[in-house]
């Protein structure tokens, strides 16, 4: 027995030791919560070593406000830019994001449109009274959308007469996008920005768990329809919950199918996973537009983009994942 005692020591130091090594300490994140683009916008980011929250949060509410001011809903100037109305300056911030909008209706194939501007707007989705537009004038706006009428040159912007450009779906992942930006540069190593459901993580958790996304529940306020983990990139979700108005007993929504004139059908909720947050959010967006199926054959010939997609079938809901997602 005795023999066996060094022994047993060794094993119990052993074991104390692998616990320490791999359950690393809780370190609660600091966070803060503003109001933007008619949402909430939390900031959470895990303490550093010569970072002041009171030099963070002033500098991120700032960038939100700027965002907010020149792309977000219910901007004017560059937000609802019409073509042919004069001249608009074009920082090159502008003509960035207006060039990466125009690849992204390529890369959703038009489901995502930049121009859906008009559209918008006849269904009044810009202002205090959506209503339910005559057939010529969603004919009329019909006519006048379609991203190839939109042109970024060297340090130009060409927009047909007429057309209008919308930002609106973009325009919170944009700001998430950003935000993330503002912190690294604070030198901040993890954290997350969250602007309504729009998301984006950055960095290790210090205890090195994943991050957890909840996928709202479409029907139930307050309820989660399951959750799954992701260790990078951002979380975009579109729903046909978030602005609608019914008239006749017909409920119509804000995302308008860019083909038909007419708000899309063929999804309740789309949740889309992509490496920054505007990709995340134009293809949670154009995923919406184009329905399960094809929304789901686009997103699983694309690396690096996957989804949930939550429609209704014979009055049932049902719900579809691309292969890189295991909602639990
Ligand atoms: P989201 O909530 O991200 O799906 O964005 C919805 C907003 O995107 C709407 O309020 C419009 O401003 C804009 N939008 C609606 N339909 C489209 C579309 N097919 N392509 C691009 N933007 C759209
Ligand atoms: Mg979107």
């Not at 977000?72 to 909008?101: H, P």
Request: aromatic content about 10%.
């Amino acid at each position: 027995m005795k023999k066996l005692i060094p022994f047993i020591v060794l094993v119990i130091f052993v074991l104390l030791f692998a616990l320490v090594v791999t359950k690393r300490p809780k370190v609660e994140p600091i966070q803060r919560t503003f109001i933007f683009f008619d949402t909430f916008v939390r900031i959470s980011f895990y303490p550093c070593k010569g970072v002041e929250e009171e030099d963070v949060f002033p500098a991120a509410e700032r960038e939100l406000e700027r965002i907010q001011h020149r792309f977000g809903y219910g901007a004017t100037g560059l937000a609802s830019l019409l073509g042919g109305q004069g001249d608009v300056e074009f920082a090159e911030e502008d003509r960035d994001l207006l060039r990466r909008a125009v690849q992204l209706s390529k890369r959703t194939d038009g489901a995502f449109d930049i121009t859906i501007g008009l559209l918008e707007q006849v269904w009044g989705f810009k202002g205090n009274n959506p209503h339910l537009p005559r057939e010529e004038e969603i004919a009329e706006a019909l006519a006048r959308t379609g991203y190839e009428h939109l042109r970024i040159l060297e340090g130009e912007v060409h927009l047909d007469k007429g057309f209008m450009v919308d930002f609106g779906g973009i325009s919170k992942g944009y700001a998430v996008d950003r935000v993330v930006e503002v912190l690294k540069g604070k030198g901040i190593r993890s954290g997350l920005v969250d602007a309504g459901g729009d998301l984006r993580v950055f960095g290790e958790k210090p205890e090195g768990t994943p991050w957890t996304i909840g996928i709202k529940h479409p029907q139930e306020q307050g309820a989660l329809l399951g959750t799954f983990k992701i260790d990078s990139g951002a979380v975009a979700t579109s729903g046909n919950y978030e602005r609608a108005f019914t008239e006749q007993g017909i409920s119509y929504h804000h995302i308008i199918d860019p083909g038909t004139g007419y708000p899309a059908t063929g999804c309740v909720s789309v949740t889309v996973w992509a490496d920054d947050a505007v990709t995340a959010d134009a293809f949670a967006t154009a995923v919406f537009v184009l329905g399960p199926e094809r929304g789901l054959k686009l997103v699983e010939s694309l690396p690096r983009i996957e989804a949930v997609i939550v429609f209704e079938k014979n009055e049932k809901m049902e719900i579809v994942t691309s292969e890189g997602i295991t909602l639990q």
